[in-house]
Every structure is written in C-alpha cells, then in structure tokens.
C-alpha cells in the first residue's frame, strides 16, 4: 500500500511504506522513521552454569594460554639467571665507584699478602709490574730481614743430640723462609751493574749468616741436604767468583786502584767467613764443601790482590791441607 502526495505540478508520486534501511548499514535506520519500524530487541538468553565443576588439566589448559607464536617470540629466562645478571650489573657498578685504595688501606697485613699472592698466581705476569713498582730496599732493610730470618731458624733447631733427618724436618719451614729471604734481596745488590764495593756489602754477610745457619746443623751427608740450602750455596758461590774476577780484572788487568781502607774491609770480611774453618776438627758432608770453598776463595784473593795491603796468604788448616 502506498500514500499519494501531490506535488506542484499536480503530479503524484508514491513511495514505499516498507521500512527504509539506512546506507550506513549495521541496522541503524534514519531518525524520520516511525519507531513501529523497530524490532523489538530480544533479551539474551544466559547459560546456566554448570554444577560440575571443572577439572583442570595442566597440559591442555597450558596449550591454551600460551600460543606457539608466544613460545616462539617470547625469551626464555631462568629466575636464577635473571638475579645473576642483576648480581652482574650491580657489581659492576660498585666497582666502578669504589676506591681500591681505600679498600686495600683498611686490610691487615696478612690479610694484604694474601691477596696479592692470589691476584699474582692467576695472572702471572702481574708479578714483573709489581716489581718494576717497587724501590729498591736498602742494604740495611735486607741485613735486618736476615738477621731475623737466621734467628728463626737457630731458635728451631732441638737441643740435645738429635737424628739429622729429625732436625731438618724441624727446620723445614725456617729454612725456607730463611731462602725466601735472601733469594728475595740478594739480587738488588748482586746484579752486573752494582759496583764491586757495595756487592761485597751485600755477599759477605749473606755467607757469614748462612756459614752461622749451617755450623748448628748436625752432619748432613749430600742426599740430605735441603734443596733450597743447597741452591743458596750455589748463589753465593757463583756471586763471590763473579766479584773476584771482577775486581781482579780492575786491579791487575786494568791498572784499576782501590782505597787501603776498602781493601782491609775486603780482607777482614774474608776472614771472618772462615773463621769456622781454625779448627782442628774437620768438618763433615756438605759443611766440608762449603768450608772448602770458602778457604779457597780467601787464598785466591790473597795471591792476587793481597799486595795491595801487603798481605801475605793465610795458612790453611791442618784438615784443609
């Protein structure tokens, strides 16, 4: 059914009764519709909840919240490696702000070595930076460190007669911190470049404590011999060739000249590193070598250099003849 409206013209023109449907679509129709176009909404029906209660299943319901795209994209981090990353970045931070100055400052004494040792055994090549930092100790710093050292090591040994092999276990320690001691210093005063005087500074005391080591010791056959004892030996042998040479190629190949007074040093120290050899008893093992050695070396000087001073050579002892 339609309704007619007259135009100007007296012309009709009819349009539809049915309900217009608006262009936007969605089912919203124009405002100049009558209401009676709408349909009533119908209300929503709502699901009765069921009374069985649902049972959860970890696989399934954990498939359904994490899609394989999440899986895929999202970054799988353990909580332990989290916190260890924080531990990271936070260290890092505090080293950067702390003063290793004051730190190391605060440290005991022990405590500080012990640390340099552990930094010095996993990097090795620390070691030659350190030393290259540090001054050279005095004459009188090394003297005192073995003068202590000797006395450790006389203060160690039983008193009584005593098994040998008994006596070096005691000694065991002291003796090689006695060795630390001079394998430590020795070197600052013993390299090439030292001058002949202040080498003997250094070489005749380090003998005259370790002649003082060697005659509290019973007897001791090669084989029983401290290892580390016996390479001091070997040092200081080497050193006091290396300084006779020297000084003998100064005086007699090179018209080199030396003060009375240093030369009367020279030779009453000699003396006084033999001094356990005026002895009628003839020493025993490795104390024989070392008194032999000793005495030698004070009869080569004297044949060469004793006419600086007008000294004649020493008479050897009836056992060293």
Not at 25 to 36: H, R
Not at 157 to 182: A, E, F, H, M, N
């Amino acid at each position: 059914m339609t309704t007619a409206y007259s135009s100007p013209s007296n012309q009709t023109i009819a349009f539809p009764s049915s309900p217009y449907c608006s262009p936007l679509g969605f089912g919203f129709a124009s405002s100049a519709m009558p209401s009676s176009s709408f349909n009533t909404p119908t209300k929503p029906q709502l699901h009765k909840k069921s009374s069985k209660k649902r049972e959860f299943n970890d696989e399934e319901d954990t498939k359904m919240l994490i899609t394989d795209e999440d899986t895929e994209n999202r970054p799988v981090r353990t909580l332990k490696k989290v916190k260890s990353t924080i531990n990271t970045k936070s260290d890092n931070s505090n080293s950067e702000e702390a003063d290793i100055g004051v730190l190391l400052a605060s440290l005991p004494h022990q405590s500080l070595l012990s640390l340099m040792n552990n930094v010095i055994n996993q990097e090795p090549s620390v070691k030659q930076l350190i030393m290259n930092k540090i001054p050279q100790p005095s004459l009188s710093t090394y003297i005192n460190a073995l003068n202590e050292s000797t006395a450790k090591v006389i203060n160690c040994i039983p008193i009584g007669q005593s098994r040998s092999i008994y006596t070096i276990s005691r000694l065991k320690v002291p003796l090689t911190d006695w060795t630390k001691v001079v394998s430590t210093y020795l070197p600052f005063f013993t390299s090439s470049n030292v001058h002949v005087v202040d080498k003997f500074m250094a070489i005749q005391p380090t003998t005259l404590q370790f002649v003082k080591v060697l005659s509290q010791l019973p007897p001791l056959p090669s084989d029983q011999v401290p290892k580390s004892l016996s390479l001091v030996w070997d040092k200081l042998r080497l050193h006091w060739s290396q300084w006779f040479n020297q000084v003998d190629d100064i005086v007699n190949k090179d018209g080199g000249m030396f003060s009375s007074s240093i030369v009367h040093t020279w030779a009453k120290g000699l003396d006084e590193t033999c001094q356990h050899s005026n002895t009628s008893t003839k020493p025993q093992g490795f104390n024989y070598s070392c008194q032999m050695d000793l005495l030698n070396l004070r009869q080569n000087w004297e044949s060469r250099l004793g006419w600086l001073i007008g000294k004649d050579i020493t008479p050897r002892p009836e056992w060293a003849q």
